[in-house]
């Protein structure tokens, strides 16, 4: 099992039993850079779902008490390799890859512990673990766009995009009272 995906292309690959144990690595080396800047580190996409197709890149999901010390985070995280890319999405996170060009093997998503997306980040993910319905729904669409958009990742992302917001409503109103 390789982790490493070129930049820009989209490659799904069957899940990996030594996923887990290449997270628990990078987690800690994370750690040690960031200190108490980082109050949790967490496995997110699609590689922390056991069974999920995915591309094989690892996404890390790491939260900071507050916006204003994600800079504080910078130097520590390109010193470990990591590529600062900005915040692509314009929402407050800011992300970062591991790896060159042609074989990013991990991206880390930094954000505030408030942030609605590291809410979403963990709920997405363990709807997919939890459902076995949902986890082949998605896989099905994950494989249909990945055919569709082999080189075109910001496509490809952008139609996952619905299914995703779906499963995230869902979970508002079964968790509302």
């Known amino acids: 099992m390789t982790l490493g995906l070129r930049r820009g292309l989209v490659q799904l690959r069957p899940s990996s039993p030594a996923y887990p144990t290449l997270f628990a690595a990078e987690r800690e080396r994370v750690a040690q850079a960031l200190g108490p800047l980082a109050l949790e580190t967490k496995y997110v996409g699609r590689t922390s779902v056991p069974g999920m197709v995915a591309k094989p890149v690892l996404d890390l999901a790491v939260a900071v008490a507050r916006a204003g010390q ?45 942030h609605l ?7 997405f993910r363990s709807a997919l673990r939890a459902d076995p319905e949902l986890r082949g729904a998605y896989a099905d669409l994950k494989q249909a766009l990945a055919r569709a958009h082999p080189e075109a990742r910001t496509e490809y992302t952008a139609r996952k995009g619905e299914f995703i917001e779906g499963v995230l409503r869902q979970a508002e109103t079964t968790a509302a009272p």
Do not use: K, N
């Open 117 to 123: 997306h590291w809410r979403a980040y963990l709920v």
């Open 70 to 114: 994600m800079p504080q985070c910078r130097g520590s995280l390109t010193r470990l390799g990591s590529t600062f890319r900005g915040d692509p999405a314009g929402q407050g996170e800011a992300f970062y890859a591991l790896g060159p060009d042609d074989a990013r093997t991990h991206y880390l998503h930094l954000l505030p512990i408030t």
